[in-house]
Structure formats: C-alpha cells, structure tokens
C-alpha cells in the first residue's frame, strides 16, 4: 500500500504561481491602477510593475532595475563623442520672461508698500510651471545666506596638484603604431579606514572596535565620496564623469566601487584618495546631558526640566561652535585602482561587478556577525544623523526645525536601521554627463527594441488620453492576486513566444 503524502510538506499553490511568474520575469507585486479612456469613457483595472529595487520584495522588478544599471554603465563608460546637452524650450524661455515681468511688478509693489499676497502666489505658481517644464533647480537659486567655513586645508592632509581645466568629460587617448585608438578608463575601490582587528567580518576584540567612529563615517560617507569627485576633477583638469555604486564590506563598512571616464595615474588617484577629508562641523555630540527619564520639555521649543531654560536652536548652536570639527572622515589606505578598455572582457566583468549587489539591502546576511551587527546598529541610535535629527536632544541642541514629540534614539531615517546600516545616501551615484539619459529614457530605449522586434510600431502615446486612479483595498472589480499572477503569466509567455519566433526568423 502506498503511504499518502504529508499535506505539511506540499508546497502552497500560490507559492507556486509566484515562482512561475519569477521564473518568466512578471511581476509578483504588481499595482493596481484603474485606467479611464477619456475618448471612449472606457475603464478597465491594470497591472503595473511594483519597480521594486531588490530581491527581497520582488526579484523580476529587481533584475530589470540592475539591467537598466549595466546598460547606463556600459552606455557612458567610453564615450567618444562628448554627450549632447539638452538645450532650452520655447516654453522653458516664455515662463523665464514672464517671471521676470511678475517679479518687476511684485518689486514695484513692494516699494510702494502695497499687499503683495496675491503676486507672491503668483510666482510661487510661475516657479513650479517652471520646474515642471523640465528644468534643475530654481531660478532664485539659493534664497537663504550660507554658512562659510575656512577653505583651509588641514595641516595634516596632504596637498594636491591642480591641472588647468580644459572643457571636457573625455578622457586621454592613446594611438598605437598600427593605428587603432584605444580610451582607457578606470575602476576604482575606495574603502573606510580600520576600526580594531576583524576575522570573518566581525572584531577580534569587540570591547577595543572603534563603533562610534565608525558609526559616524557611516554616516557621512556620502559626502566624502563628493569631496573625492571634486578632487579629482581639480587634479584631472577636466569635469569627470563617474558611475558609481555603495555597497558594505564584510566588517559592515560601506566602500565605493567607480566607474571614470578616462584616465588618470594610479599614484595620482591613491594621492587623491589620501588628501581627501570630511569636516563635519555640526554642534559637539560626545557628552551626554539628557537620558532616561531626564529628557527636555517642550513648551513652544524645547527647554531644561531643571533650569527651564530653551536649549539652544540649530542655528545658535552652530554660531557657537568651536575651532575644531565634530568629525572628519577620510578614506583607508586600501585604494584599488585598475584600468579598463571598452569592450573588453575586463569591462564586461567590472560592469557585472559595480551592479551586483545593488538587488541585495545594505543588512543581508548577518550570519556569524550577528553580535557585531546589534553593537554596529546600537552605535548607530543616538548619533545624530542630520541636522533634524531628534537625537541632538541627547546633547542639549534643539534640532533644527524642531517639533513636539521628539525622543532621542527614536529617529525615523533610514540610516537608524539595520537594513541600512548608517548609509542613508543613493545606491547608484551618476554623473549627470555621463551617458545624457535618465533611467527613464534607457526604459523607452528597451522598449523601442522589443517593439522593433515584434514588428510593432512604436507610436507615442497621448499623454491627457488616459487618468489614472490607484485602486481602493475591497475593491469588488479588483481580480484575486493568484488570477493576476497567472494574467502577467500568460503575456510573458506569449511575448517570449514572439520574441523567439523572430529570432529564428532573423537568423
């Protein structure tokens, strides 16, 4: 007699669906959305991608994100030509005339001493339209004074040599006796410094690891990577283009991984890496005034249990600070530099290099380092993470735009988080000459080809044609997910049906 199996151990059927579809690339996560056809009044339910960055929530979503990244990567890397800059519309320069105008009579009404509410709205208006229209930043640029600090290098940082700056984003080239041209370019490996003996990714000795050190260059490493960008662009005497991607070490560390444009001497880029620092010159968090239960009070501000006296603002706080810096940041000795021609295989690799990990969260796989992650992330609690942070309480600092509510050790940012491990900066970091094309535009490029090779014209679309409403939770007309999953199914089918066909066609 044959023993009938355990029901336990059968897998679920929409477990199952949900392989299926991650296996033929659909979406397992997908957003509904209800889509009106205002010329036919037409209105159906349809399935959008999640677009989800990582593996953990959805891996088709993911994998499609870091394709996106290699081709942005291999697209900029070894330009020959230098990228196309977008020039300005009709529309862009009537908007910029017509602010002007308004601003002349909003002037004029000031001198006069007369309202000036309703022209104020006005430009409020004109400034959004204007950045609607497809353009960076604001016409008024900066509205509020900046804070100058000493241009002044340390002492003990190294100097560096400056090149006259020529007005380019390419590289040197270099021509062989037979002729052929070849554009080398770079791939470099920054790293943070040590913090104590590691093995295996955790401290030899737990009690003597540097974490609050390391915690706060977690926490500031974004701008050290920009101090290195400007550097460098000053010693290379051109503006530098770079693909970069942040990913943690073993020991929990983030280190960066960059693609240049171009290249440099290997000397020249450790000299750079070793003269490059981060001051960060915010109120002094090492001396603890508030825990516990002893916490300020807020009364229109926050103020001290014991004086009731207001703690110092932001922006007191900062006109009182002292000779030294909070915190300097610099990188570790360990600086990987290697060259790279274009379509080699060594590009190749370096490509699927810079992108493989950017599906993975910055706290995947803590096994063995458990220990060490609580300590890491327990570090990461009550140092201050930006200047709103609610942990400058701790210190005695009113956080800047403080409100009521505000605990130390309760920040919401993402840099608190395990998932994050201090680094609360972008994954990808692009240059904004590098390739001259937004992920939105390498996404209508893949399109582009899939309709090509469906034979399918790839008409654009009117863009006030269709509105799209988010669907409510309960709603009666929204299918059951498992239905959706096997819909998304049977067009992924069908389309690499297609595709498949046309490829033994073309061969």
Known sequence: MTPRPVRITQPLAREVAEEVAKLHGACIRPIALKRLDTRNGKQEIIDVPCGASLESKCPPCAKRNRHLRMAQCREGWHLAEEPVTSETTEEQR???????????????AAQADQDTTDLDAILDGLDAEITASGTRGSVLGRTTPKRSRS?????????LPKRRMVKTTLGRTFEAPDGNVYRPSLFVTLTLPSYGRVRNG???DPDAYEYRRAARDALHFSKLVDRFVQNLRRVAGYDVQYFAAVEPQKRLAPHLHMAIRGTLPRAEIKQ??????????WPQADEVRFDGDHLPVWEDGYLDPESGEYLPTWDEALDDLGAEPM???RFG??????????????????????????????????????????????????EPCSPTCPNWLRYGVQPKNARQGMLPGHCRSKAHKPDHLGYAGRRVLVSRKWSNKTLTVHKMDRRTWALEALGQPDEPSDPHRYIWRPVKPGDPDLP????????SIARRQQQRAELSATEGEAA
């Open 94 to 108: 009537w908007l910029v005339e017509f602010r002007a105008d308004m601003q002349a009579q909003r002037d004029a």
């Open 151 to 159: 241009t002044k290098r340390r002492q003990d940082a190294p100097d």
């Open 202 to 204: 955790a401290p030899v």
């Open 272 to 281: 750079i890496a070793a003269a490059t620092y981060h001051q960060v010159w």
């Open 327 to 329: 915190h300097v940041i």
């Open 333 to 382: 000795d360990q600086v990987d530099v290697k060259g790279v021609l274009s379509g080699t295989p060594d590009a190749d690799q370096c490509i699927r290099y810079l992108s493989k990990y950017l599906t993975k969260s910055l706290g995947e796989d803590f096994a063995g380092r458990q220990d060490h992650v609580d300590r890491f992330v327990d570090a990461l609690r009550y």
């Open 480 to 487: 059951p997910l498992g239905l959706r999953l096997l819909r």
